[in-house]
């Protein structure tokens, strides 16, 4: 028997300031999986995590959002949130005057499921921060304040297994982090999948986080059309001929149909016969 989606996004289409940015989209994640979300620059991937979060800066114009079962699509973010959806940022935000150690209590306090008391609530943080190579003294500091961009990923990390949601969309979780900071992140998506047992969507240009990743499916957004679906062997074909032929087919989608979501553009084309569209 199929399992039922855990994420079913149909027909999305959505604007900013009344330009349309992303076209006729869907997105099917299955409980457990771990999808990613790859793209060149500009090609829309961050404002569909956003949007699916409900960030209210876009506008959904047409299709659903459903979510564990539920329509999500009319929901405020904060709604979606306690529902089981998390999303991390691109540029984690700073904000002077609130220790991080009050914000988590605050954010945990605000979901009942996953409220600690305590002791429960330090002897857990000092768990995971041992996990994450994080000085506890960090609980201390104002969140995000004077916080390297490795620092902040690691926080986030902290949130997302202090909270357990059913989806993790990790946006650009890679980005300007060294070696170190990228192994600690990676640890962090690991044990994630290990104990709560989430779905993720990981959205990225860059295959290195996704070396020592169980990758389920591969979905290429170019131009805010979505332009493939696949399985991990899209990743190294990827690695090695970048985006250009995704491009080309975005290209021609939107010149035969301006509403169109291009997916059918290269559609039926195995990851090893792509080369053949490059050099067309």
């Known amino acids: 028997m199929p399992t039922t989606p855990l994420l079913s996004v149909t027909g999305l289409t959505a604007a900013v300031d009344e330009k349309e940015i992303l076209h006729n989209i869907d997105l099917t994640v299955a409980p457990g999986e771990t999808h990613v979300l790859m793209g060149p620059n500009g090609a829309g991937k961050s404002t569909l995590g956003h949007v699916i979060m409900g960030d209210p800066v876009y506008t959904q114009t047409a299709g659903t959002i459903t979510f564990d079962g539920e329509d999500v699509t009319e929901l405020s973010p904060d709604k979606r949130s306690r529902a089981g959806l998390f999303l991390s940022f691109q540029a984690p935000v700073e904000i002077p005057g609130v220790p991080l150690s009050s914000f988590l209590r605050a954010t945990l306090a605000a979901r009942p499921d996953r409220a600690l ?7 857990r943080v000092k768990e995971l921060c041992a996990e994450l190579d994080m000085d506890p003294s960090y609980l201390n500091r104002e969140l995000g304040v004077g916080f390297s961009g490795g620092e902040k990923k690691k926080v986030e990390m902290l949130q997302l297994l202090l909270l357990q949601p059913k989806l993790a969309i990790l946006d650009e979780t890679d980005s300007g982090l060294d070696v170190d900071a990228l192994s600690v992140v990676s640890r ?22 996704l070396e020592h990743v169980d990758v389920d499916r591969v979905h290429v957004m170019v131009q805010g059309r979505m332009v493939r679906e ?40 195995d990851a090893g016969d792509l080369s053949a569209v490059v050099e067309r």
Not at 256 to 267: C, F, K
Request: aromatic letters at 8%; proline letters at 1%; a negative charge.
């Open 188 to 209: 962090g998506m690991d044990l994630y999948r290990k104990t709560c047992d989430g779905s993720l969507i990981i959205i990225t240009h860059n295959t290195r986080i």
């Open 117 to 123: 008391k305590g002791k429960e609530f330090r002897r």
């Open 230 to 269: 696949d399985n991990a062997s899209l990743i190294p074909w990827i690695d090695e001929n970048g985006f250009e032929s995704f491009e080309q087919g975005a290209e021609d989608a939107a010149d035969a149909d301006g509403q169109a979501s291009g997916a059918g553009a290269l559609d039926g084309i």
